[in-house]
């Protein structure tokens, strides 16, 4: 326990810079996927045929590759393309796009799951599709989907560690590289889960307050 | 005000609407009774594009109904519907279902409009209930918002679809209430309704539909005294 303690005095600084890297890919790519996935989501209930269309196959494209795949295209393959991004652009631009099929489909659950009598009523007083979507929809959809945007938070938490092997110096890679120099696998990989359980605790606590909200309506 | 011209119209292979002509005029009530399934509430639909139907004319104010245009918006503005199970925006307050069609669709002043749909729902018997949400309600007053919203739009023409077939008996004669006061300082309405009594007091005409035909259309004195067709007379014997 001693030398864990001390091993944690040591290591615990340098894990923290990955802890800021895991936060910013978190957040970047919970941003990047939350906007698309809206965006997918509208083109899915437009009622345009093409958009929907375009939507759906984009999203059981992303669907069906790994996100590790997905990384590596973006951050080998883009740039025989000329298309170079930094390792923690290419990660959230990744991570960013590989959960916002999953966050389309939710929104898009959500938007369906409402009443069609709603959009009747909001047609009724004259509103257009834009003006319907921003008023009547989105807003009762968003609480919908708040239980299952809170379980993609950690999803995405945790899978920010995937940046790792496009060399983005996150918490997990962090870990290794000082494992891999210390030999001391124990303490430093039992910090390493410690950190993200921390991480995860206040997301876990967010997703009990989300759900015990839309259980009460 | 409203004017059908041999509107037409099925559901796939099933006819519902097979050439319907009728008007209604200024300042008229008109009350659409029948059978569930003769088509009534689907012609209240297409008066406001909800529905589309597949030949005729339907015009209001002079314009063209057309659906697929931009002009169905401008239609939909001067023609307010009252649903059978309300429709209320249930994240909204009562005040805020109210004025969100002034405010958002017709760009009116916030402090006017907040003021009119206070107003209007005084008019309906709801005032206090401004900031309530739509489901602390009982049936009747959230349909009575419901008609408040309505007219915050200060509509041309009001339809109401079957607006007390969702409602607990005690709650029906509170809506009637408010429609009949409407009916009184000289409204267009259209209503399609189950309700006889109401159809013989308010209406001044009242329109039998059976299987997509108007079957009966005359003054409620006489629809109901004289009636012409047979399957009214079922319609009223198989009712009262």
Not at chain 2, 94 to 116: C, F, Q, S
Not at chain 2, 156 to 176: C, M, W
Not at chain 2, 213 to 221: K, Q, S, T, V, Y
Request: aromatic share 8%; with cysteine; glycine share 8%.
């Amino acid at each position: 326990m001693d030398s864990f303690l001390a091993d944690a005095r040591e290591f615990v600084p340098i894990l923290l810079q990955g802890v800021w890297l895991t936060i910013l890919i978190t957040v970047g790519s919970l941003v990047v996927s939350t906007a698309l996935g809206l965006v997918w989501a509208m083109m899915r209930v437009s009622g345009v045929r093409a958009l929907s269309f375009f939507a759906a196959t984009f999203i059981n494209v992303i669907r069906g590759i790994p996100i590790i795949v997905q990384l590596f295209y973006i951050y080998f393959v883009l740039p025989d393309f000329g298309l170079s991004l930094s390792a923690v652009q290419a990660g959230v631009l990744g991570l960013g796009l590989a959960y916002s099929a999953y966050q389309a489909e939710n929104f898009r659950a959500a938007i369906e799951a409402i009443d069609k009598g709603q959009v009747e009523a909001a047609r009724t007083i004259g509103m257009g599709w834009g003006l319907t979507m921003r008023r009547v929809l989105l807003p009762q959809a968003f609480r919908t989907a708040l239980p299952p945007f809170g379980n993609v938070m950690i999803m995405m938490l945790k899978d920010s560690s995937q940046a790792s092997t496009i060399t983005v110096a996150e918490l997990a890679l962090q870990g290794k590289l000082i494992a891999s120099a210390t030999f001391k696998n124990t303490s430093v990989f039992t910090l390493v889960a410690l950190m993200y359980l921390t991480l995860s605790l206040p997301l876990i606590l967010i997703v009990r307050h989300f759900e015990k909200r839309a259980g009460r309506r | 005000m409203i004017e059908l011209d041999d509107v037409r119209k099925s559901f796939g292979a099933l006819p519902v609407l097979k050439g319907i002509t009728a008007r209604v005029e200024k300042g008229e009530v008109v009350c659409v009774i029948g059978p569930s399934g003769s088509g009534k509430s689907t012609v209240l639909r297409c008066i406001n594009g909800l529905e589309s139907y597949d030949s005729g004319t339907i015009r209001v104010n002079g314009r063209r109904v057309d659906r697929s245009d931009r002009s169905i918006r401008a239609v939909r503005v001067q023609v307010s519907m009252v649903f059978q199970r309300f429709n209320l925006f249930p994240h909204r307050t009562a005040l805020e279902n109210v004025i969100e069609g002034p405010i958002y669709v017709k760009g009116e002043d916030r402090k006017e409009a907040t003021e009119r749909g206070r107003a209007l729902l005084a008019r309906v018997g709801l005032a206090g209930k401004e900031t309530a949400h739509p489901p602390q309600l009982s049936g009747g007053q959230q349909q009575r918002v419901a008609i408040a919203r309505a007219l915050a739009m200060r509509p041309r023409v009001l339809l109401f679809d079957e607006p007390t077939s969702a409602l607990d008996p005690e709650r029906v004669a509170e809506v009637l209430r408010v429609m009949r006061a409407l009916a009184e300082e000289g409204r267009t309405m259209l209503v399609v309704t189950h309700e006889m009594a109401f159809a013989r007091d308010v209406a001044h005409r009242v329109v039998f539909l059976h299987e997509g035909r108007i079957e009966e259309d005359g003054p409620p004195e006489q629809v109901f005294s004289a009636p012409r067709s047979d399957r009214f007379r079922q319609f009223l014997a198989r009712g009262e």
